[in-house]
């Protein structure tokens, strides 16, 4: 594949995931504003639709094919670049997700007693919104720089469980500052 067609494939692939992102944030606000959804239901969804998915890629096993094409695309490309470490990384995803997944049931399980809608500070929101965002274009970003510019597989042999890794690390880097950000922001609407 030709530089110039893999910059445009990856320009599109993010594109699309931005726009994939913001379309479910808009959905997830008119269904929390209209609907009146508790954290209960809230993440009983969640946890199903997670679930749904990684058993769906499960099922599909070592299969490229996406309803979105350009997805497709990129698997192809990104299978036929990293070999092992593709399906490796695959592995790790469906783990992902299904430990995802158990962690909203668990959410729901919580917070069953909870019987108030979720309402929606539009401040925090937003902001929300935004850090959500550039975390995602940030690891994609840094994700397409780490296989476009490999050269060989040895360069990316145990980028998945390096990536992993960083992912947790991240993560919990990103609860913890969303924890403190809430707490700060309660404690200044209540001062």
Known sequence: MELIEIKKMRTKQIVVTNGLLLSALILYFILVSYLHITFTGLFLILGAIILIQAIASILKGDSTKSFIPIFEKVAN????KMGIEWRRQRKMSYIWNILLSGWMFLQ???????SDPISIDVTFTILFIIFITAIINISLIT???????STSG????????KSSLIAVAVGLGFGIVVFALT?????????
Do not use: A
């Not at 490309?77 to 036929?80: A, N, Q």
């Open 77 to 80: 490309y990104e299978k036929e």
């Open 108 to 114: 729901s399980y919580w917070s069953r007693d909870s």
């Open 143 to 149: 994700y397409i720089r780490k296989i476009d510019r």
């Open 154 to 161: 040895s360069d990316i042999k145990g980028y998945t469980w």
């Open 183 to 191: 707490i700060l922001y309660v404690m200044s609407d209540l001062g």
